[in-house]
């Protein structure tokens, strides 16, 4: 069974750079796309980008300018950055296993917070 | 790329039909069969609950349908039980993006 997890710090300052990494057990991160999805409190979700295994990226249009994504195979890892936080940032972040056109595995998500 | 639209709530009784409606354009919803529907229970990760517009995952119960027409994908949850409520998601295809989600539908059992 596929698990997912993400981690990185749960409080980000303003301007600062948001850093998550997922980690992927109970499978290859090889020959799949892996999507990093957000969801305000209250909010809905939003698709921010996915990354295949060879590096290939695409990304929401709407944050293209600050988000950058890479991949460890060694690792079974994925990470995401994005940059010049704000408050609107502050979410829970979700990585999922992205099967085009579907996201079949999810982790838990994780909090970051935006403050000084 | 907007989000797609879906109602803010449906409700129904134990044992009834609901349906959730999900439009978007002809780069989305309507351009292609790659519609897909989750569910996420207050403080969980989303759950695929369909895909392909009609397709079900291996152990999502049969209670749980879609369909599509034109611009507009709907999830059918049939025979409705205390544990369907939930919020719900539609997401499509949109192209280079590559996707879109829903608004979000939050289905209540009375």
Same mark, same amino acid.
């Given at each position: 069974?596929? %698990?997912? %997890?993400?981690?990185?710090?749960?409080? !980000? +300052?303003?301007?600062?750079?948001?850093? #998550?990494?997922?980690?992927?057990?109970?499978?290859?991160?090889?020959? *799949? *796309?892996?999507?990093?999805? &957000?969801?305000?409190?209250? +909010?809905?979700?939003?698709?921010?980008? &996915?990354?295949?295994?060879?590096?290939?990226?695409? *990304?929401?249009?709407? #944050?293209?300018? $600050?988000?950058?994504?890479? !991949? /460890?195979?060694? +690792?079974? %890892?994925?990470?995401?950055? #994005?940059?010049?936080?704000?408050?609107? /940032?502050?979410?829970? *972040?979700?990585?999922? $296993? /992205? &099967? &085009?056109?579907?996201? /079949?595995?999810?982790? %838990?998500?994780? #909090?970051?917070? !935006?403050?000084? | =790329?907007?989000?797609?639209? =879906?109602?803010?709530?449906?409700?129904?009784?134990?044992?009834?039909?609901?349906?959730?409606?999900?439009?978007?354009?002809?780069?989305?919803?309507? @351009?292609?069969?790659?519609?897909?529907?989750? =569910?996420?229970?207050? @403080?969980?990760?989303?759950?695929?609950?369909?895909?392909?517009?009609?397709?079900?995952?291996? @152990?999502?119960?049969?209670?749980?349908?879609?369909?599509?027409?034109?611009?507009?994908?709907?999830?059918?949850?049939?025979?409705? =039980?205390?544990?369907?409520?939930?919020?719900?998601?539609?997401?499509?295809?949109?192209?280079?993006?590559?996707?879109?989600?829903?608004? @979000?539908?939050?289905?209540?059992?009375?």
């Amino acid at each position: 069974q596929v %698990q997912l %997890q993400e981690s990185g710090p749960g409080l !980000v +300052k303003p301007s600062e750079t948001l850093s #998550l990494t997922c980690t992927v057990s109970g499978g290859s991160i090889s020959s *799949y *796309y892996w999507s990093w999805i &957000r969801q305000p409190a209250g +909010k809905g979700l939003e698709w921010i980008g &996915r990354i295949y295994t060879s590096g290939s990226t695409n *990304y929401n249009p709407s #944050l293209k300018s $600050r988000v950058t994504m890479s !991949v /460890d195979t060694s +690792k079974n %890892q994925f990470s995401l950055k #994005l940059s010049s936080v704000t408050a609107a /940032d502050t979410a829970v *972040y979700y990585c999922a $296993r /992205d &099967r &085009r056109w579907l996201f /079949d595995y999810w982790g %838990q998500g994780t #909090l970051v917070t !935006v403050s000084s | =790329q907007s989000a797609l639209t =879906q109602p803010r709530s449906v409700s129904g009784s134990p044992g009834q039909s609901v349906t959730i409606s999900c439009t978007g354009t002809s780069s989305d919803v309507g @351009g292609y069969n790659y519609v897909s529907w989750y =569910q996420q229970h207050p @403080g969980k990760a989303p759950k695929l609950m369909i895909y392909d517009v009609s397709k079900r995952p291996s @152990g999502v119960p049969d209670r749980f349908s879609g369909s599509k027409s034109g611009n507009t994908a709907s999830l059918t949850i049939s025979g409705l =039980q205390a544990e369907d409520e939930a919020d719900y998601y539609c997401c499509s295809y949109a192209g280079s993006s590559p996707y879109v989600f829903g608004t @979000g539908t939050k289905v209540t059992v009375l």
